[in-house]
């Protein structure tokens, strides 16, 4: 149902964005040049450039997370497969290349490791542990609702658009979950466990299973990250550098992903 909400949300920002565009500045092209506009000065007649054009509104960005500070005992996919979606209103700022954008966005992180994020009882806390079972899958996925703003640098009088976007995101997070596929230890009583031996010196069974985790304590609500994008026309180089911490008060407290990746504009 929470995803059905933000997808609703995201088409609704994109009528709303694309109805914008069509009322804004109806006697003013792209960024061709085609209209300017002719004003005097006391050296005579000269020409402005035309105002830029509300552009870039609806971008998807499809990166991979390298994790810093990462504990030295866990060993992480080289492929970290992370989607943001923005849907940004694009505000020129006077006839230069220059504009501003603030907007809607989610982003979505994954991080798949050889360690899994469970809640210890001794110790009341979740916390990562190695896996000592055979597994398909392991990861853990944190979503969040984002905030972004840009500065940006459009240029113009190219057959292509080069770009130069740096802003900020701020985002809160709005759905964190495992997802673990493979072996695990099953006991009576006790449910699952990781561990192959009980305290009392019994053995559970072996088995496979699936299962995901939702409730996860030890990750902070919020989160504000740098954001940078390079490109030329659709195609774009995405960049993202966290500025604060996602886990707290366990072992990974000082892991902060730094994401590279593709952004696609689509309009």
């Known amino acids: 149902m929470m995803y059905k909400n933000l997808l609703s949300l995201a088409l609704f ?4 964005l694309l109805a914008g565009n069509a009322a804004e500045h109806p006697n003013l092209r792209d960024d061709s040049g085609a209209d300017t506009v002719t004003a005097a000065g006391n050296s005579g007649s000269y020409f402005l450039p035309p105002r830029m054009h509300p ?8 990166f991979t997370d390298i994790w810093q500070d990462v504990p030295d005992a866990m060993d992480l996919k080289t492929i970290q497969r992370g989607i943001s979606i923005k849907a940004m209103q694009d505000m020129p700022i006077g006839r230069t290349n220059f504009s501003l954008a603030a907007g809607l966005g989610f982003t979505s992180h994954n991080l798949y490791s050889d360690h899994i994020y469970m809640y210890n009882a001794f110790e009341e806390k979740h916390d990562f542990y190695s896996i000592v079972t055979d597994y398909d899958k392991n990861k853990i996925s944190l979503n969040y609702l984002d905030v ?4 940006r640098f459009r ?22 979950h495992t997802k673990y596929e493979g072996k695990a230890y099953f006991s009576e009583p006790g449910g699952i466990q990781f561990f192959p031996a009980n305290d009392d010196g019994t053995f ?16 902070s609500s919020y989160r504000i990250a740098l954001t940078a994008m390079l490109g030329y026309h659709r195609v774009n180089l995405h960049f993202s550098y966290m500025l604060t911490d996602i886990f707290e008060g366990n072992s990974a407290e000082d892991m902060l992903p730094v994401s590279l990746g593709l952004t696609f504009i689509l309009f």
Request: proline share 4%; aromatic share 12%.
């Open 55 to 62: 552009a870039d509104r609806f971008m998807v960005s499809l």
């Open 204 to 219: 559970p069974v072996e088995r496979s299973t699936k299962f995901k985790e939702h409730e996860l304590e030890n990750i």
């Open 148 to 151: 972004p703003v840009q500065f």
């Open 155 to 176: 240029s113009r009088g190219l057959q292509r658009t080069f770009r130069l976007y740096a802003g900020m995101t701020a985002g809160y997070l709005v759905n964190a």
């Open 13 to 16: 920002l994109i009528g709303a």
